[in-house]
């Protein structure tokens, strides 16, 4: 049976400018799904500015915080200049100050102006091997963004490195199944891996 809150992800493309919208629970079983949008979208010559709508995201966690900071770092890169968040949510946007995202995004607390002509991102099949590196460096891009985060995840980090050679060696750990709730909602929350 499908769940209500399942995290699903939207977007809509206009003149290069893409509004991606997460909308529900936006937890590591969709990093696959996320982070193939973002490379597809830097890769459109086309592209200028980025919008993330959050207005209607119940829950985030830090997998998905990781990628839409790799948004943030792309865009500083391509276009030297920061991306726009919406957050309506104030729950939502404490997790996103928590983590130091207001220093990579202009946040901004308005509802969405863009309700309609919103495409469902092509779902990528969450594959364990490529989700646990999708895991790790989700994380290891929120660590880089200051040195609270850097303290904060460097313990997940290195487990996620280890059960990623663990996982030569042996098994494939479950990183984006049962175990998602490893990634944590909020900075110290978090359960360790392995």
Known sequence: MPDSNAGRALYAEHQGTYVLKLVGDIRAPICATLDRFVESM???????SILVDLSETQLIDSTALGLIAKIAVHTRKRFQEKPVIISTRPDITRILD??????????????SVISHAMNEVPVERCVESSACQKVLEAHRVLMSLNEKNHETFKEVVAALEFDQFDDVMNSTPDCCGGDSENTSVLPGTHKHVG
């Open 42 to 48: 830097f890769c459109d010559v086309k592209l200028r």
């Open 98 to 111: 928590s983590m130091g995202l207001e220093q990579v995004f202009d946040i901004v607390q308005e509802a």
